[in-house]
Nanobody, 126 residues
Framework: QVELVESGGGSVQAGGSLRLSCAASGYIVSNYCMGWFRQAPGKEREGVAAINTYDSTWLAASVKGRFTISKDNAKNTLTLQMDSLKPEDTARYFC????????????????????WGQGTQVTVSS
């Protein structure tokens, strides 16, 4: 059974940090492109970060320099380290997976992903 389960969300003050994890079962994360997406109330889901099978990464301009995406192949887990959080980072964060080849920047549209977790809420207060 294929499943993605996010964890690590919470409430922090601006400038704080959170580390999100996405535990995969039925996948070997090293063999898939994985992405983090977020959706704020009333807004469309947007790409935040993506990583391909060679561990090349893409980050949205709004989070570049603050967020880091990585895979822990030993734990079969995708992570998103979020530092210097801002109130505008408040959203529900989802991980997703798909087969892919090449540049992770080509896989930043939520419509390109077929498998999703249930999400974890991140709330940043000013």
């Amino acid at each position: 059974q294929v499943e993605l389960v996010e964890s690590g969300g919470g409430s922090v003050q601006a400038g704080g940090s959170l580390r999100l994890s996405c535990a995969a079962s039925g996948y070997i994360v090293s063999n898939y492109c994985m992405g983090w997406f977020r959706q704020a109330p009333g807004k469309e889901r947007e790409g935040v970060a993506a990583i391909n099978t060679y561990d090349s990464t893409w980050l949205a301009a709004s989070v570049k320099g603050r967020f880091t995406i990585s895979k822990d192949n030993a734990k079969n887990t995708l992570t998103l380290q979020m530092d210097s959080l801002k109130p505008e980072d408040t959203a529900r964060y989802f991980c997703a997976a798909r087969e892919c080849r090449g540049n992770p920047a080509l896989y930043t549209n939520p419509a390109q992903y077929t498998d999703w977790g249930q999400g974890t809420q991140v709330t940043v207060s000013s």
